[in-house]
Nanobody
């Protein structure tokens, strides 16, 4: 069975940085980060392949967020810089055998999510 556990969330001020971590147990999977803000639907943030290549980002976070993983067994990190209040959301990581991009229905396993709050 596959388990995903997120950590690293919290409350920060606008302009600050946070690094989220996603630990994935089980087989080798592509991993994506998603977020759901207050009153919004869950949306794609960033994804990376099982080997740590080809990072892919939503337009809203390009240049501010960086997704990385050193090996297929290593945690997947989401470095979030220059945070703005609009980044406030519950962030979840998810695992897929077929994609690391935005198609949520291709992600088979999900973490419970972690709160990120950015104050102005």
């Amino acid at each position: 069975q596959v388990h995903l556990v997120e950590s690293g969330g919290g409350l920060v001020q606008a302009g600050d940085s946070l690094r989220l971590s996603c630990v994935v147990s089980g087989r080798l999977y592509h991993v994506g980060w998603f977020r759901q803000g207050p009153g919004t639907e869950r949306g794609f943030v960033a994804g990376i392949t099982s080997t740590g290549s080809q990072p892919f980002y939503a337009d809203s976070v390009k240049g501010r967020f960086t997704i990385s993983r050193d090996t297929a067994e290593a945690p997947v990190f989401l470095q979030m810089d220059t945070l703005v209040p609009e980044d406030t959301a519950i962030y979840s990581c998810a695992a897929s055998e077929v994609t690391w991009k935005s198609q949520q229905h291709h992600y088979d396993y999900w973490g419970q999510g972690i709160q990120v709050t950015v104050s102005s």
